[in-house]
């Protein structure tokens, strides 16, 4: 009998006999020829290493992101877990993924959806809101220029009467027409206080000729969006009782304004009691001074909270 392979099985029973082997293996040497731990004989791929679980074979991922090709949305792009294999596709570098920036292809904050801030003419206003893009203006006019109708020197938008050449130190009125109300940056500035009814939200006749020019005035300047109107107090008496006397009474100032042909939707009443002061209540002067009504302008910038 012989064994040339000397694996201890004979050469008529060796299934390898120019190789040693095991008799479990009829004599034939175990091979692994991708060295995954499989032997060829039950690898479906013997020459790609791959797991068990795989019967030998690879995980198709041609990425090599991690993710198999099977389960991978983007199998030809490396990308993370999270997005199922596909990469972060962020082309202007601006950290907004360009399937939802609105402009893709141009840098921008997140609070613009991706897209720059444009200012074609360099006013400060954004071309979005301004109104004149192309000529430099003031944010008060929405981009627009100042402009000056009857040349009195006195810009329509601070002017008490547009159309009328008057002074200036009469906000643009002849000298004749008195002045209570001046435009100012923010607010309309009254020159005198709004009376009431003591304890009451009723507005004293001695305040109509004043509240008749702050409606004039919004009448004739439309670019004057909306207008907070704002009932303040002193701290006597119970502050929140206050707080709803105050808030009567700039609704009964809005009442009126609205009377006088102003549009409703351009006004909200608002009080506040003695919350905000402007002067010492200590003294009968500067608690006169605290109740007050005032009227501010609301910009964009200036957005009521």
Same mark, same amino acid.
């Given at each position: ?10 050469? #008529? ?33 013997? #020459? ?69 801030? %444009? ?56 000298? #004749?027409? #008195? ?122 910038? %200036?957005?009521?909270?």
């Amino acid at each position: 009998m012989e064994d040339a392979d000397f694996d201890g099985v004979m050469d #008529k029973d060796d299934a390898c006999p120019s190789e040693a082997g095991t008799a479990a293996r009829q004599g034939c040497p175990r091979r692994d020829v991708d060295e995954d731990g499989i032997e060829d004989a039950l690898d479906t791929c013997p #020459k790609e290493a791959g797991p068990p679980e795989r019967r030998g074979c690879p995980v198709p991922d041609a990425d090599k992101d991690g993710i198999e090709d099977g389960g991978d949305k983007c199998p030809s792009e490396a990308g993370p877990a999270e997005r199922q294999g596909c990469p972060v596709h962020d082309a202007d570098k601006d950290g907004i993924e360009d399937g939802v920036d609105k402009c893709p292809s141009e840098a921008g904050p997140a609070e613009r959806q991706g897209c720059p801030v %444009r200012d074609a003419d360099g006013d400060g206003q954004v071309d979005e809101r301004d109104a004149c893009p192309t000529e430099p203006g003031l944010k008060e006019l929405r981009g627009c220029p100042a402009k000056d109708s009857d040349n009195d020197s006195v810009a329509d938008h601070l002017d008490n009467c547009p159309t009328e050449a008057g002074v200036a130190d009469n906000q643009g009125c002849p000298a #004749k027409q #008195k002045q209570f109300v001046a435009i100012q940056k923010g607010k309309l500035e009254i020159k005198e206080q709004v009376f009431f009814a003591t304890g009451k939200a009723v507005i004293q006749p001695r305040s109509f000729k004043l509240l008749g020019q702050v409606a004039k005035v919004l009448r004739e300047h439309p670019e004057v969006e909306q207008v907070s109107i704002e009932g303040h107090t002193d701290n006597r008496g119970k502050a929140e009782a206050n707080r709803e006397l105050s808030q009567a009474r700039a609704e009964s100032v809005k009442k009126y304004l609205v009377g006088k042909d102003v549009e409703a939707s351009r006004l909200e009443a608002r009080g506040f009691g003695p919350d905000q002061p402007i002067a010492s209540n200590d003294t009968e002067k500067g608690r006169a001074t605290n109740r007050r009504v005032e009227f501010i302008i609301i910009t964009p910038e %200036r957005e009521l909270k």
